[in-house]
């Protein structure tokens, strides 16, 4: 069996590895207005990965982690603030930018993205950090960069140099993060053949869509818009 990735809306994405690990890709599940009903409860979960504290991000880690007494990677200021919520503390589980960690596997590195990170508590805003993208790179399988919430920065040409992606999982939506013509330069400067569409079609308010960044492609690039709670083999 392949490595498969399903979309589960939003930036939330099952990732299932050939060796069998489950991990979950920013986890915004039971609140997510698109996230496939069958989908809000994980029924098993060896890993959480969270690029930003955000709470379309974040979702349902705290209670995904705590269930299934899986780790929960993130940022090292949100991985403490979830220590807060109920996450025992686990240094392996928050490493910062160019740091890599494994579990199973999987090799998780930590990359820059150009966004912010913070929680809205007690009406006031909690910092958690910078944002991030991640790179995940399973012993068989191909490696992906999942680039979080971001705008286009020219560091993903580094990105590419370091780790080669085959995949590229890019935000689309406008608005909060890149649209497509942002997200075209993006694809072209981390130069993965294949990219995957993310972080758009949840509110009215992200315009950004698949027709709209498929003609600004490099046309070696190919794009993969799968529907909500597809799942496409990698
Ligand atoms: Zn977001």
Redesign the pocket.
Known sequence: MATALTWLG??AFRLDTEAGTRAYV?PFLSENPSCPDSEREPERCDLVLLT?G?D??VGDAVAIGKRFGCPVVAPVELRGWLSGKGLPQESGEAPNKGGTVRFGDVRITLTDAN?SSSAYENDTFVYLGEPCGIVLRPDDGPTMYFAG?TNVFGDMALIRRVYAPDVAVL?IGDH??MGPEEAAVAAELVGAPRVVAS?YGTFPLLTGSPDALRPLLPANVELLAPAVGETIEL
């Open positions: 939003h930036a920013d930003h955000h379309d991000h966004h919430d935000p909060f993060t972080h």
